[in-house]
């Protein structure tokens, strides 16, 4: 996994869930974002911008995968954030 992405799994119908650092190296505080990729396992997967669902901001990498690994770990609260999104 590339450095900058703290968490990722894929659902049991494709779409992958990732928690992504999008703040620069060394930056404080860390900012990271929960995003889908609806394309997993396709050729045109991560290409583009992926809908973020979720952000948050942390002291540490640490701090911000402790804040939003619980949505992105429940495949429920992912469908609802999808949906409070327009994506589903």
Same mark, same amino acid.
Request: net charge negative; aromatic share 2%.
């Given at each position: ?10 659902? &049991?119908? %494709? ?8 703040? /620069?190296?060394? *930056?404080?505080?860390?900012? @990271?974002? +929960? =995003? ?9 997967? &991560?290409? %583009? ?8 901001? /942390?002291?540490? *990498?640490?701090?911000?995968? @402790?804040? +939003? =690994? ?19």
């Amino acid at each position: 996994m590339p450095s900058d992405i703290l968490y990722q799994r894929v659902m &049991g119908h %494709g779409p992958s869930v990732q928690i992504r650092v999008t703040s /620069a190296s060394g *930056e404080s505080p860390i900012t @990271a974002i +929960l =995003e889908v990729d609806r394309r997993a396992g396709t050729p045109r997967a &991560g290409v %583009g911008t992926l809908p973020g669902l979720a952000h948050c901001e /942390a002291p540490n *990498e640490a701090d911000a995968l @402790a804040a +939003l =690994e619980a949505q992105a770990r429940d495949d429920r609260t992912i469908a609802m954030l999808m949906r409070e999104k327009g994506l589903r």
